[in-house]
């Protein structure tokens, strides 16, 4: 993966974060036909990524054995706002951006949701901020 970013950074002019980000939004429409019997349709943005962690990774992990999926810690800090707490040894905290802005535009929130990645993305721990705004 990181190979195809470089190679796709140097062909574009693009940074790899940006690809890893668009990639991560175009995923979307694919995983939620795949999870979607985890989700439950009165979810939005915010409960969906809440529940990433037990219901879609918990099912990978179930389903999949050998399988590591990212591991998320979630935590509610308002109802209209969330830190995710992203933590891979593969280090793709902007695809997790991006699969959560994609998020946003799947439930067709995006012009209120905020995405702000708080700490490097680069890193195997990653900080998001995640907050619905009013619009």
């Known amino acids: 993966m990181y190979a195809l970013i470089g190679q796709a950074a140097a062909m574009t002019g693009s940074a790899a974060g940006q690809l890893q980000e668009a ?20 979810w939005g943005t915010l ?13 990978v992990r179930r389903d999949a054995l050998g ?18 707490r992203y933590e891979s040894e593969r280090r793709m905290g902007a695809l997790a951006v991006g699969i959560i802005r994609g998020l ?9 949701i905020e995405v702000e990645p708080l700490t490097s993305e680069n890193e195997e721990k990653v900080v998001i901020r995640v907050r619905q705004c009013s619009i």
């Open 23 to 42: 990639f991560g939004e175009f995923l979307v429409p694919d995983l939620m036909l795949v999870y979607k019997r985890y989700v439950r349709p009165e």
């Open 104 to 112: 946003a535009v799947y439930f067709d929130q995006a012009g209120e």
């Open 47 to 59: 409960e969906m990524i809440e529940h990433t962690e037990e219901a879609m990774h918990g099912a």
């Open 67 to 84: 399988t590591r999926p990212p591991v998320l810690h979630v935590t509610r800090l308002s109802a209209t706002e969330l830190e995710v």
